[in-house]
C-alpha cells in the first residue's frame, strides 16, 4: 500500500500525526509531512485510521501501490 498527502488540502489539524507518529510527521506550521509512502505491513491500520480522521481527506492510500 502506498500513502501520499495532499498539501493543498492539509490545513494542519495534526490527526495524522498523532495517529501514526511513524508514519506521518509535521512542519513548522503544523502540516503533515509523509515521512514513510510504503508503511510495513503492521503499520497499515495505523494509516487507515489516520486517513479515516483526516478531516480535509488529504491523505489518500492506494491499495495497488
Not at 506550521?29 to 515521512?35: A, F, R, T
Not at 495505523?46 to 480535509?56: G, I, T
Amino acid at each position: 500500500m502506498k500513502v501520499r498527502v495532499d498539501a493543498a488540502r492539509c490545513t494542519g489539524h495534526g490527526r495524522c500525526y498523532d495517529l501514526a507518529p511513524e508514519i506521518f510527521g509535521e512542519d513548522e506550521e503544523g502540516h503533515c509531512v509523509l515521512l514513510v509512502s510504503e508503511p510495513a505491513p503492521e503499520q497499515l491500520d495505523d494509516a487507515r485510521r489516520a486517513a479515516d480522521n483526516c478531516p480535509e481527506r488529504a491523505i489518500q492510500l492506494d491499495a495497488a501501490g
